[in-house]
C-alpha cells in the first residue's frame, strides 16, 4: 500500500468510528416523498449517468442514494456559483444538513430527504464532514493548484471516496476489508472528471492537474489556458489515463464486499465513467473544446457486459 493509500484509508476508519445518528422517523410521509422525488429529479438533471447507474438499485436504496447525490449536489454547487457569500452559504447549510434534527423548513427538501437517508442508513456524519471540507478547499488559494498527485488524491478523498464510503451504508457492505477498494474508485472517478473538464475547471481559474507531472511533461498553466493539444500534452494524458484504468482495475474487485442487490449498480457506475476515458482518446485528448462523454446508447449498449461481471 502507497503512503497516500494508507493515509486516506485512516481517514475512512476515523470516520467510520464517527458518530453515527441515530435511526429516526419522519411522520409526514408525503412531504418526505416530495422531498425525495425533487432530489431524483435534481440527479436526473445533473448527472446522467449516476441516475442511471442508481436506477438498478431497489427502490428503498435508489432513492437514497440520489439524496446523498442531491446532498454532494447542492455542496458543491454554493462553492462552483463563486459569490462573495459562498463561504457563510456552505457553512450554513453543513450546519442545516449535518443537524441531528430535521429541518423545521418545508422549503429544504434536500436537507430533510438527506435527514431521513442518514439517520435511516445510520452514514458515519464525518465522512459527510470530511465532503463539505473537500469542496470548502475550492473557495482557498490552496485549492487552485495541487503540487503533486499525492497531493490531489487528498482533494480526491474528499470529495468523491467519501461518498463512495456513505453509498456503503446504504447498500450495505460485509465489512472493513471493503474500504480501500472503495477509496481507489473514489479516486478513480474523481481523476475521470478532472481529465474531462481541464478546459471548463481553468476557465474558473483552477487546475486540479499535478503540477510536477505537468513539468514532467514540459507543461505550465499557460499551455493549460492556450488548449493546444500538441505531444506533450498526449503524452501527459497518456499517463494520467494509464494510472486512473489501474485504479479502476485496483478497484473492482471490493464490488464483491457489497451487498449483492447493489453491486450491478455500482459496476455501472465505475464501468460507465471509466468509458469516458475512451472518449478522450477517441477525440485526440481534446478536453479544452469538448466535454467528453458516453452517449446514451454507449451506455444501454454496455450494460449485458456489466451485468455478467457484476455477478
Not at 449498480?265 to 479544452?288: G, K, N, P, W
Request: proline share 4%; net charge neutral.
Amino acid at each position: 500500500m502507497l503512503p497516500w493509500e494508507r493515509r486516506l484509508v485512516a481517514w475512512a476508519h476515523e470516520g467510520l468510528e464517527s458518530h453515527a445518528p441515530e435511526a429516526s422517523v419522519w411522520n409526514d410521509s408525503r412531504r418526505l416523498r416530495l422531498d425525495y422525488e425533487y432530489c431524483e429529479r435534481l440527479t436526473r438533471v445533473h448527472s446522467r449517468t449516476f441516475y442511471l447507474a442508481s436506477g438498478l438499485l431497489p427502490a428503498e436504496k435508489r432513492r437514497a442514494v440520489r439524496a446523498l447525490y442531491a446532498f454532494c449536489r447542492i455542496s458543491d454547487d454554493l462553492v462552483d456559483r463563486a459569490a462573495e457569500d459562498s463561504g457563510a452559504s456552505l457553512s450554513a447549510w453543513r450546519q442545516l444538513a449535518l443537524d441531528t434534527s430535521p429541518p423545521a423548513s418545508d422549503d429544504q427538501p434536500v436537507a430533510l430527504a438527506w435527514w431521513d437517508t442518514r439517520t435511516r442508513h445510520r452514514i458515519p456524519v464525518r465522512y459527510a464532514e470530511q465532503l463539505i471540507e473537500g469542496v470548502a478547499r475550492d473557495l482557498t488559494p490552496e485549492g487552485m493548484r495541487y503540487a503533486s498527485f499525492e497531493d490531489l488524491t487528498t482533494y480526491c478523498y474528499r470529495v468523491a471516496s467519501t461518498v463512495g464510503l456513505m453509498s456503503m451504508h446504504i447498500i450495505g457492505f460485509s465489512g472493513v476489508e471493503a474500504i480501500p477498494y472503495a477509496i481507489k474508485l473514489g479516486v478513480a472517478l474523481q481523476m475521470t472528471n478532472i481529465l474531462r473538464d481541464v478546459g471548463e475547471d481553468q476557465r474558473a481559474c483552477r487546475i486540479y492537474l499535478p503540477q510536477d507531472e505537468l513539468a514532467k511533461f514540459a507543461l505550465s498553466d499557460s499551455d493549460i489556458a492556450r488548449g493546444e493539444v500538441d505531444d506533450r500534452w498526449r503524452a501527459f494524458m497518456r499517463f494520467q489515463i494509464t494510472r486512473t484504468r489501474e485504479l479502476y482495475s485496483e478497484a473492482m474487485p471490493g464490488i464483491s464486499f457489497l451487498d449483492p442487490s447493489g453491486r450491478f449498480a455500482i459496476q455501472a457506475a465505475a464501468e460507465l465513467y471509466r468509458a469516458i476515458l475512451q472518449d478522450i482518446e477517441a477525440h485526440d485528448y481534446d478536453v479544452f473544446g469538448r466535454r467528453a462523454h458516453v452517449g446514451a446508447w454507449g451506455k444501454v449498449r454496455r450494460l449485458p457486459g456489466i451485468w455478467w461481471r457484476a455477478r
